[in-house]
């Protein structure tokens, strides 16, 4: 079944719903699970489709992340720059990956614009 997904559900149906649901099982040989893919195919195949996603802006999206990476920035060199307790190597070198990851994202927007 590859590209098909599974969505477990819970269905709401009296006694008499149930026993009526476990007859028709039992009549047509089917398990419960190909017998409700069946039938949400076919109350879907009758349905309009959803409308296409908005288009994703990229140059808004990038300025998101730089903005987002610029004030996490902000916070840590706060923490680099105090004299009374040195900063740890892991914080050194997160601030030094989050400088190169700000440039990687410049270098991307001006290439988007």
């Known amino acids: 079944m590859s590209g098909h997904y599974t969505i477990p559900t819970r269905i709401r149906l009296t006694e008499a719903q149930r026993d009526q649901l476990y007859w028709l099982l039992r009549e047509r040989s089917i398990e419960l699970d190909d017998f409700m893919t069946e039938l949400v195919n076919e109350y879907l195949a009758g349905q309009p489709l959803p409308p296409a996603p908005a288009p994703v802006d990229r140059q808004a ?53």
């Open 61 to 113: 999206t990038i300025r998101e992340q730089l903005r987002l990476r610029r004030n996490q920035l902000r916070m840590l060199r706060a923490q680099l720059h105090d004299p009374h307790n040195p900063p740890p190597d892991w914080l050194r070198a997160m601030v030094a990956e989050l400088e190169d990851e700000i440039t990687r994202l410049e270098v991307e927007l001006r290439r988007e614009e």
